[in-house]
């Protein structure tokens, strides 16, 4: 099983979720855990269009490199987390 990093941010009601590795993958929840399954399915979606459209899928970046990216540390320094979304081997 893969696991993307996703960055999550919100509040109690409303949480979004971005990831970061592949471009334009978001989603949302009423609660961080609602949002990081609802991210799992947008993953599986993002992964099955970029293969129907010829495209690779890009491997999980470790959490360490995400977290030198210059405009995730500064979600990060905002109040945003850092979260796993699990994927099944077949999403990729």
């Known amino acids: 099983m893969a696991l993307y990093v996703a960055l999550i941010d919100g509040e109690g009601g409303a949480f979004g ?3 970061p590795d592949l471009p334009g993958c978001t989603s949302a929840g009423a609660t961080v855990e ?3 399954s609802n991210a799992a399915e947008a993953v599986r979606l993002w992964c ?3 293969r129907a459209d010829g495209e690779d899928v890009p491997e999980p970046r470790p959490i360490e490199d995400l977290r030198r990216d ?3 540390a500064s979600a990060l320094a905002a109040g945003a987390v850092l979260g796993l979304v699990p994927t099944s081997e077949l999403a990729l």
């Open 17 to 19: 979720v971005v990831v």
């Open 34 to 36: 609602q949002a990081l």
């Open 48 to 50: 099955d269009d970029a």
């Open 70 to 72: 210059p405009d995730i």
